[in-house]
């Protein structure tokens, strides 16, 4: 008889498979804990809960929990076509911002296309691409932790089909200003379409937050400010992760191939109409900034205190160098604090800590002078 593994694409039976961060849960059953002494910083989740608005809005669409959703977002769209001042054809939304990723891989990837990224950047991009049988290019990421654009350039090929670019990156937390990116846009390639994955835009201040719109317009009028798509999420400053929606804008011939692709109910009811509240809970997001601003200042000082090295951010989270980061990793959940361990970005080394409340903050602080003295 012929083995499942023989009938299946060879690109599956080689696939990695991505790790997440490690349930609260989970923790409490492995190591006999109280699951409410446990704190989870390692997923870069929202620690001041989901957008009250958002969450409200979910209660109400659960009394209709028995209809399918809207398979075409219409409301969503609308809203969002609302807040960024563009059309609801420009939008395509997702289960999470990384199915718009796996799109992405079904419109544009053959087998033996090339996609650019960055040798530190968020793994589900080279994931995507082998999936689909085409070549991880990864560029060393500059001394500063951010993508080095002009060496990602350098490394376009007629191959090449899609880059990818984070602002902020994940898992390095470094960020690139709007006009860099328009004016890398703007030198790629024809042939190539540009990615840039704003999953925690929302932290910026808003003047400094990546915005394709100008590339938008420039592809309108024929050039190639078409070949563009922004990914946004509403499961970080929003507090929506486990609802998993997430959203693309784009050129309206872009997410039109882009929605060609996606399954009619990708995305449930509940997540639609939180997303749609969620966006305008214009306080809770100032809120959520100031006091991740905030977080950013108390875990620098702390570490600088102890001289521990750590990778500038303006996301919400910290690359931290600890010396072996999956001994740290498992030491801190012995203690009740999860973390990231890295390994996988070729970080060996550090951990990602996701920025959490004053009082977290100072207990990983506590911790980590504990782990560096065992």
């Known amino acids: 008889?012929?083995?499942?593994?023989?009938?299946?694409?060879?690109?599956?039976?080689?696939?990695?498979?991505?790790?997440?961060?490690?349930?609260?849960?989970?923790?409490?059953?492995?190591?006999?804990?109280?699951?409410?002494?446990?704190?989870?910083?390692?997923?870069?989740?929202?620690?001041?809960?989901?957008?009250?608005?958002?969450?409200?809005?979910?209660?109400?669409?659960?009394?209709?929990?028995?209809?399918?959703?809207?398979?075409?977002?219409?409301?969503?769209?609308?809203?969002?076509?609302?807040?960024?001042?563009?059309?609801?054809?420009?939008?395509?939304?997702?289960?999470?911002?990384?199915?718009?990723?796996?799109?992405?891989?079904?419109?544009?990837?053959?087998?033996?296309?090339?996609?650019?990224?960055?040798?530190?950047?968020?793994?589900?991009?080279?994931?995507?691409?082998?999936?689909?049988?085409?070549?991880?290019?990864t560029v060393p990421m500059r001394l500063d932790r951010a993508h080095d654009l002009d060496a990602m350039a350098a490394a376009v090929t007629p191959r090449t089909r899609l880059v990818f670019v984070a602002s902020p990156n994940n898992p390095t937390g470094a960020a690139h200003s709007p006009a860099e990116l328009l004016d890398f846009a703007r030198a790629l390639p024809g042939h190539v379409v540009l990615c840039v994955d704003e999953a925690y835009a929302e932290y910026l201040d808003p003047a400094a937050a990546p915005d394709l719109r100008p590339l938008l317009a420039e592809g309108r009028a024929g050039r190639a400010g078409g070949h563009v798509i922004g990914l946004r999420t509403f499961?970080?400053?929003?507090?929506?992760?486990?609802?998993?929606?997430?959203?693309?804008?784009?050129?309206?011939?872009?997410?039109?191939?882009?929605?060609?692709?996606?399954?009619?109910?990708?995305?449930?009811?509940?997540s639609q109409a939180a997303a749609c509240a969620a966006l305008g809970d214009v306080d809770f997001v100032a809120r959520c900034r100031r006091e991740n601003a905030a977080g950013l200042r108390q875990l620098a000082a702390g570490l600088d205190a102890q001289r521990v090295e750590y990778a500038p951010s303006v996301a919400n989270f910290l690359l931290i160098k600890v010396g072996d980061g999956a001994r740290c990793f498992q030491w801190m959940q012995t203690q009740g604090m999860i973390v990231r361990p890295v390994a996988a970005y070729g970080l060996p080394e550090w951990i990602r800590l996701t920025v959490g409340t004053a009082e977290q903050n100072a207990r990983f602080l506590g911790l980590l002078a504990e782990f560096l003295k065992s």
């Not at 446990?38 to 997923?43: D, P, R």
């Open 235 to 270: 499961s970080k400053i929003y507090g929506l992760a486990g609802l998993r929606i997430g959203y693309g804008y784009a050129s309206e011939a872009l997410a039109a191939l882009l929605n060609r692709v996606r399954q009619p109910f990708n995305v449930n009811a509940i």
């Open 1 to 137: 008889m012929t083995t499942l593994a023989a009938l299946a694409r060879p690109e599956v039976e080689k696939q990695p498979v991505y790790e997440p961060g490690k349930p609260i849960e989970d923790v409490a059953r492995e190591l006999g804990l109280d699951v409410h002494h446990i704190v989870k910083l390692a997923s870069n989740e929202n620690p001041f809960g989901g957008s009250p608005l958002g969450l409200a809005a979910a209660q109400r669409a659960l009394a209709q929990a028995e209809l399918y959703p809207d398979g075409d977002c219409v409301a969503l769209r609308a809203r969002l076509a609302q807040h960024w001042g563009l059309s609801p054809r420009q939008f395509v939304i997702g289960n999470g911002s990384n199915e718009i990723i796996e799109l992405l891989g079904h419109v544009f990837l053959r087998a033996g296309d090339e996609v650019v990224m960055g040798d530190c950047a968020f793994v589900v991009y080279r994931l995507v691409t082998l999936l689909f049988g085409a070549k991880p290019v």
